[in-house]
């Protein structure tokens, strides 16, 4: 355990709070599309992610979902600390993109820590303004780009989040993802097909020239 750690998160944590780290989690390993968390559940454990991808969503009064983020190696989210730290139940359903492997810390070790060590404080706060910045992106994207230019910008963050030109999703989960209808979603893909820049085929899309 100790080596995965330190190479997820090795450059942000001394030796002492790596070795505190190992001895106080859990490893878990996760299937694609396993849910960790779902909204409305109390969070006893915070997760720090080693390998793979989670993607956050948050649903709206109609229950439909909207993607905000991803999680990668070397993240936590900060919305799941917020839920350990004051003990409420979470906002966000969070999944998993990619097989993931992460090790789950226990809650009354965030306090011990936040006093302890100094770079655990950093990454905490760290954590919370890249996050905040990426719902700002996710907010902006929502007010201010067109669905075209949101596909776009989606195609790319999995492509990147999964490390492959593939996106292995259905037209009804990209639409899921980004809040629309499956209708418009697949209008826009075949748009992007005729323009050269992706390939449909009946269980994937593969990126070509975005």
């Known amino acids: 355990m100790i080596k995965e750690l330190k190479n997820s998160y090795g450059h942000l944590f001394e030796d002492e709070l ?7 989690g859990t ?22 992610l080693l390998n793979g991808a989670i993607k956050i969503l948050r649903d709206d009064n109609d229950g439909n979902e909207l993607l905000l983020y991803f999680l990668e190696k070397g993240d936590t989210c900060a919305m799941t600390l917020s839920c350990c730290m004051g003990e409420t139940k979470s906002e966000i ?46 907010v902006d994207s929502i007010a201010f780009l067109k669905m075209d230019e949101r596909l776009l910008r989606y195609l790319k ?19 899921y993802d ?11 893909l075949k748009t992007l097909e005729n323009k050269g820049k992706i390939e449909l085929h009946r269980n994937n899309i593969t990126l070509i020239n975005l």
């Open 18 to 24: 790596l070795e505190d780290i190992s001895r106080s």
């Open 27 to 48: 490893i878990k390993e996760i299937p694609e599309n396993f849910k960790l968390m779902e909204i409305g559940q109390y969070v006893r454990s915070m997760p720090l």
């Open 93 to 138: 359903r969070a999944i998993a993109e990619t097989d993931a492997k992460l090790i789950m810390v226990p809650v009354e070790k965030m306090e011990t820590w936040t006093a302890k060590y100094k770079s655990w404080r950093n990454f905490v706060f760290e954590s919370y303004h890249n996050r905040l910045m990426e719902l700002l992106d996710t």
């Open 157 to 175: 963050e999995k492509s990147q989040v999964n490390n492959s030109n593939i996106i292995n999703s259905t037209h009804q989960e990209i639409a």
């Open 178 to 188: 980004l809040h629309t209808s499956r209708v418009v979603v697949s209008r826009l």
